[in-house]
Each structure stands twice: as structure tokens, then as C-alpha cells.
């Protein structure tokens, strides 16, 4: 519901590492995360991602995979004659890190390799996101800031015409209400 941005929760969802690698945490450890969704018209998106903590190291890895499938197209020529199918999708690899420091603050970084493909044409490209928390579990606080998408177009869809990557600066904060299931949350997004 809050489209990809629900940035500022701490706790041992899975899922979390996706969206801000600050999240990483050990109590993570060992967890996988699925999820598919068929849409209408054959298109098709998912997502599999499963961390690892590592005490020795005092460091929790996450790796994951997205992709979004657009179905099948009718190719047609210049003037809407038939002329075959073509399909359309892109992948996201993403491996994430996150580490604690002073038992409240909260860091990580993740590296996202994409690639992209639309009937003969494809592109690829690579992105950093940074991110750092403060989690105050005793009063039920976190606030957060990420920078994401920092990075570039290793291949274009067409030759010499790169386009910027969605680079992002975000920030939130969520408060839970003491002895209530309610999580109160407010996000900035493309600062």
C-alpha cells in the first residue's frame, strides 16, 4: 500500500531489505521472501530474496531477484499487417549488507545489477543505495534516510542515448504506539 516506500520499520521482515538496506538486521537471519503477482494482460512481476545473518562478523547479507514481465506483443509493419510476437521484461539482482553500530544506529549498502529487454532492444545498468537508521525500540521510534539509485547505464536501448537511472533521496520516520498494533508513518521521497 505505501507503493515501495514504507522505508522506516524495523523488524525481522524479509522484505524490508529490498527497499532500504539500512533495515538489514540480524533478527532477519535465515528468513526468505516470496511474492508474485499475475496481472491482467499477461504481465507478471515477482520477487525472491533470502538473508543471512553472520555473528562472527557482526554483518547480515541479503540477496534477492525482481522481475517484471510485460507478456506478449503482436509485431506488426508499417502499416498494422501481422508480422509475429515479440515479449518484453526486466530483472533486478540485488545483493544488500547491513551492520549495527552503538546497539540504535543502523547502516548498509546494497549494489542492484538491472537489465532490460523490449523486443530487439535491451539495456543494463548498475546502482548503489546507501542508507543509514536510528531504531529506539524501547519507545517504538526509527527514522531513516537513503540515497537510491546511485549509479548509470552500463548499455543503452539505443546506441549513445543513456538515460539517467531514477536516483532518489528519501527519508522517514515511523512511531508505534505503546500497548496499540498501530504504526504511525511519514515518508519523503524524491528529494
Not at 152 to 171: C, H, M, V
Given at each position: 500500500?505505501?507503493?515501495?516506500?514504507?522505508?522506516?520499520?524495523?523488524?525481522?521482515?524479509?522484505?524490508?531489505?529490498?527497499?532500504?538496506?539500512?533495515?538489514?538486521?540480524?533478527?532477519?537471519?535465515?528468513?526468505?521472501?516470496?511474492?508474485?503477482?499475475?496481472?491482467?494482460?499477461?504481465?507478471?512481476?515477482?520477487?525472491?530474496?533470502?538473508?543471512?545473518?553472520?555473528?562472527?562478523i557482526k554483518t547480515t547479507f541479503n540477496?534477492?531477484?525482481?522481475?517484471?514481465?510485460?507478456?506478449?506483443?503482436?509485431?506488426?509493419?508499417?502499416?498494422?499487417?501481422?508480422?509475429?510476437?515479440?515479449?518484453?521484461?526486466?530483472?533486478?539482482?540485488?545483493?544488500?549488507?547491513?551492520?549495527?553500530?552503538?546497539?540504535?544506529?543502523?547502516?548498509?549498502?546494497?549494489?542492484?545489477?538491472?537489465?532490460?529487454?523490449?523486443?530487439?532492444?535491451?539495456?543494463?545498468?548498475?546502482?548503489?543505495?546507501?542508507?543509514?537508521?536510528?531504531?529506539?525500540?524501547?519507545?517504538?521510534?526509527?527514522?531513516?534516510?537513503?540515497?537510491?539509485?546511485?549509479?548509470?547505464?552500463?548499455?543503452?536501448?539505443?546506441?549513445?542515448?543513456?538515460?539517467?537511472?531514477?536516483?532518489?533521496?528519501?527519508?522517514?520516520?515511523?512511531?508505534?504506539?505503546?500497548?496499540?498494533?498501530?504504526?504511525?508513518?511519514?515518508?519523503?521521497?524524491?528529494?
Amino acid at each position: 500500500a505505501m507503493g515501495g516506500l514504507f522505508i522506516s520499520v524495523f523488524d525481522n521482515d524479509a522484505a524490508l531489505a529490498l527497499q532500504n538496506p539500512s533495515l538489514i538486521n540480524p533478527s532477519m537471519h535465515n528468513r526468505l521472501s516470496l511474492h508474485y503477482i499475475d496481472f491482467l494482460a499477461d504481465m507478471k512481476e515477482g520477487y525472491a530474496g533470502y538473508v543471512r545473518d553472520f555473528d562472527k562478523i557482526k554483518t547480515t547479507f541479503n540477496a534477492g531477484i525482481q522481475f517484471l514481465n510485460y507478456g506478449n506483443f503482436t509485431a506488426t509493419d508499417e502499416i498494422g499487417n501481422p508480422i509475429g510476437t515479440f515479449n518484453g521484461s526486466d530483472y533486478a539482482l540485488t545483493l544488500g549488507v547491513g551492520r549495527t553500530y552503538a546497539d540504535r544506529f543502523h547502516y548498509g549498502m546494497s549494489a542492484t545489477f538491472l537489465t532490460s529487454k523490449l523486443e530487439s532492444y535491451s539495456a543494463n545498468g548498475a546502482a548503489l543505495t546507501f542508507a543509514g537508521a536510528y531504531h529506539d525500540s524501547t519507545h517504538g521510534f526509527t527514522a531513516t534516510v537513503l540515497f537510491k539509485n546511485v549509479g548509470t547505464q552500463f548499455k543503452s536501448y539505443r546506441s549513445g542515448q543513456n538515460e539517467p537511472l531514477p536516483f532518489d533521496i528519501q527519508a522517514g520516520v515511523s512511531k508505534r504506539l505503546g500497548h496499540t498494533p498501530f504504526l504511525f508513518s511519514l515518508v519523503l521521497h524524491d528529494l
